[in-house]
């Protein structure tokens, strides 16, 4: 009998990818296609890129669960927060949109939970118990939490507020690159992001997603925490994988 399979599509800030994934190990089983986000963001024109990358990768492929993943607190479809994309996101029935747009039933998640989520099913959290939490370093700070396999969507963490300011603007890997941090400098930052993490959640094991999270050598050995702090196993793919798995799990033919 053939695996189960199904397509992820991942929204970021500079590019959209998607490709079909193998859902028993997480491997892609297509090219992963890439486009680059439309300037401005704007729901109309993101649906439209998205409907390009699904027409390449699902040739062929399908029937398959649909899963599209979104740098935003997602809530019963609709897109409750705009970070770092167009204000046209908050309070938008985005779901419905895409399936409008497309043609197709898909099921729509927050870009951090999929990350998150792909690392419990087929990464670095796979059969761990207790509490993980899942962080990623990119234009913003994206988190997943997750108890004993089981996902609590939407933590946006990497909005707390430490030293009067919504800390991803810096702790991120943007803030990195916008001020020009060495590793080091950087990986203060992120020790008093982590160590509020710690004592607020006391959990079993820290994920750290991201493409910068290649370079975990250079700044994850420079924190001091009493959780263990690992890098992601999914980095570029993450998102792909979990939205992916995410929505076979709530498609209307899962067991
Ligand atoms: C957003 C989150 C997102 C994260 C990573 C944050 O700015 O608020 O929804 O998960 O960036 O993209």
């Given at each position: ?47 439209e890129t998205t409907r390009q990358i699904l027409a390449t990768v699902s040739a062929g492929a399908g029937n398959l669960p649909i899963g599209v993943c979104f740098p935003a607190i997602v809530k019963n479809g609709h897109t409750m927060s705009a970070a770092n994309v167009s204000d046209k996101w908050i309070g938008l029935a985005a779901e419905t ?159």
């Amino acid at each position: 009998m053939s695996s189960p399979t199904a397509i992820g599509i991942d929204i970021g800030g500079t590019g959209i990818k998607g490709a079909v994934v193998d859902l028993s190990t997480g491997a892609l089983l297509s090219d992963r296609v890439k486009l680059p986000t439309p300037k401005g963001g704007r729901p109309q024109d993101i649906v439209e890129t998205t409907r390009q990358i699904l027409a390449t990768v699902s040739a062929g492929a399908g029937n398959l669960p649909i899963g599209v993943c979104f740098p935003a607190i997602v809530k019963n479809g609709h897109t409750m927060s705009a970070a770092n994309v167009s204000d046209k996101w908050i309070g938008l029935a985005a779901e419905t949109l895409f399936e409008k747009g497309l043609g197709v039933p898909i099921h729509f998640v927050n870009d951090a939970d999929a990350a998150g989520y792909a690392e419990a099913t087929f990464g670095a959290a796979k059969g761990v118990d207790g509490v993980v939490l899942l962080t990623t370093l990119g234009t913003g700070i994206g988190t997943a939490l997750i108890n004993d396999g089981a996902l609590v969507p939407n933590t946006e963490l990497g909005h707390l507020e430490i030293d009067g300011v919504d800390y991803e603007t810096r702790a991120a890997f943007s803030a990195k690159e916008r001020d020009d941090l060495s590793w080091s400098k950087w990986a203060g930052r992120l020790q008093k992001y982590y160590s509020r993490l710690e004592a607020l959640f006391s959990p079993d094991l820290f994920i750290v997603g991201g493409g910068v999270s290649k370079h975990h050598e250079d700044f994850l050995p420079l924190l001091k925490l009493h959780t263990r702090i690992i890098p992601a196993v999914h980095r570029n793919n993450a998102g792909i994988l979990g939205a992916a798995a995410l929505a076979a799990r709530h498609s209307p033919s899962a067991v």
